[in-house]
């Protein structure tokens, strides 16, 4: 067997070497080749890595939570970062959440890339000003023929919900409302198929406290549909930007399973490398999460459940 080392390919400026490794003809028979990655002399692993708070968790696990044998060099992920790990330009992608992956991965046909971690979520929240929790009641409101019977402080019957307009916010508010038992829909959280992410109130099989939903176009109405509707469904940067904290959400999007995760990527010739693995464990580790829930507050979450 022969070994022949072509030239050095660049990611950000650094040159790595591409080793790849040919097996000779036996008697006739011919082997496929196989190709190998040699990382850098120092061993780090490049990352592509999204802007804001993508890029400061990811920066806290590196210095915090990983051994001295893990060293990460952060890249900023460009738009096509899957096509140029897939190409070998970098070793590891975070910056997007599996909706995200997966489309790029059927459009461009990268079947040799793989989520392997399971990071962090930005949840979609239930925020009322006029109702304080979404605990049972026997309260109405809405009725129209007789007076709203209202004897305490939880989200009542017949209240109206206003939901993003948008596909995918209609159905993340729906499954939210499914998580905190106001609707039954017709198939459970998590999946991500098309028609799991863009369901709409024809998937409610049963509206448990009889709930109005409205999708709407938030702009710059946002603070009036807060004030005049019972609930609505907001985004952490939604809530922001009325002066809402997502700890004041009545209920919140599920960290786990959750199919808008942010996830960590990685090509099939990393598979079982052992710096990867301890970078994955950080990433789904509890000290993570302890940190996620102290440094954002319920802005960002855990994906998974130590």
Not at 133 to 162: E, M
Not at 163 to 191: E, I, M, N, W
Request: proline share 6%.
């Amino acid at each position: 067997m022969s070994t022949v080392v072509v030239r050095p390919w660049r990611v950000r400026g650094r040159a790595l070497l591409v080793a790849v490794v040919a097996a000779t003809a036996l008697l006739g028979c011919g082997s496929p080749a196989q190709v190998e990655y040699a990382a850098g002399a120092d061993g780090e692993l490049v990352v592509h890595v999204g802007a804001g708070d993508d890029r400061e968790i990811l920066t806290y696990v590196a210095e915090h939570l990983l051994p001295d044998s893990v060293r990460l060099r952060l890249v900023e992920a460009g738009r096509d970062a899957n096509g140029e790990l897939a190409a070998g330009e970098g070793d590891l992608a975070y910056f997007q959440h599996t909706p995200a992956f997966e489309a790029d991965v059927a459009q461009h046909g990268y079947d040799n890339l793989s989520i392997v971690a399971a990071v962090n979520v930005v949840p979609y929240g239930l925020y009322s000003s006029k109702w304080g929790d979404v605990a049972d009641t026997a309260d109405w409101v809405n009725v129209g023929l007789v007076a709203d019977q209202v004897s305490g402080r939880s989200l009542p019957h017949g209240s109206r919900i206003a939901l993003p307009a948008t596909p995918t916010g209609f159905a993340r508010g729906l499954h939210l409302l499914q998580s905190a038992g106001l609707v039954r829909l017709d198939r459970p959280f998590g999946g991500t198929k098309a028609a799991d992410l863009t369901i709409t109130e024809a998937n409610v099989l049963d509206s448990l406290r009889h709930l109005s939903l409205v999708g709407l176009s938030y702009d710059d109405y946002l603070d009036a549909i807060y004030r005049n509707y019972d609930a609505v469904v907001l985004t952490p940067d939604q809530a922001a930007s009325i002066g809402l904290e997502p700890t004041r959400a009545l209920a919140t999007e599920p960290g786990p399973a959750n199919p808008y995760a942010h996830v960590l990527v990685a090509p099939a010739r990393l598979a079982g490398d052992q710096r990867v693995l301890e970078l994955t464990h950080a990433l789904e580790s509890r000290e993570l999460a302890e940190f996620l829930t102290t440094r954002y507050r319920g802005a960002n979450i855990p994906a998974t459940v130590p």
